[in-house]
């Protein structure tokens, strides 16, 4: 049984999809950018101020389907440069504990939608 989950809490989709999807006890996220679900505007500035929106938005998400980051088993990351890995990595770390961090792929793609720097889409594990 599929059950969709949005939350105002997040950027509202732009397109023919949803925020997330429950599909018996997985949780697919779908991609996030630093857009901040308020306002609708994009959150620039520095790496690490977009990779923290990113990651809030992703946690708003985990929130409203009853989930924290700690439920979290595989995340894709998508970024414009592959010289800001450390930098993003020092942010992912703030919300993933390195003992029980998810699987993960970090991928340079040569653009992003709004022409933005990183992406991040994630998996979760409800337990029944």
């Known amino acids: 049984m599929k059950k969709i989950i949005n939350t105002p809490k997040a950027p509202s989709p732009v397109g023919p999809y949803n925020q997330s999807i429950l599909a018996g006890n997985m949780l ?38 009853q989930l924290s980051f700690e439920d979290v088993i595989k995340c894709s990351v998508f970024v414009k440069d ?22 993960r792929e970090l ?8 022409f933005v720097n990183i992406e991040i889409s994630a998996i979760a594990l409800k337990e029944s």
């Open 107 to 114: 991928v340079e793609v040569s653009n992003l939608p709004k």
């Open 28 to 65: 697919f996220i779908s991609g996030q950018i630093a857009i901040d679900p308020t306002s609708g505007d994009l959150v620039l500035g520095d790496i690490e101020t977009e990779t923290h929106q990113v990651l809030r938005n992703l946690g708003n998400i985990l929130e409203e389907a």
């Open 82 to 103: 592959m010289n800001l890995y450390s930098r993003i990595n020092a942010v992912y770390a703030e919300y993933f504990n390195e003992n029980t961090a998810p699987a």
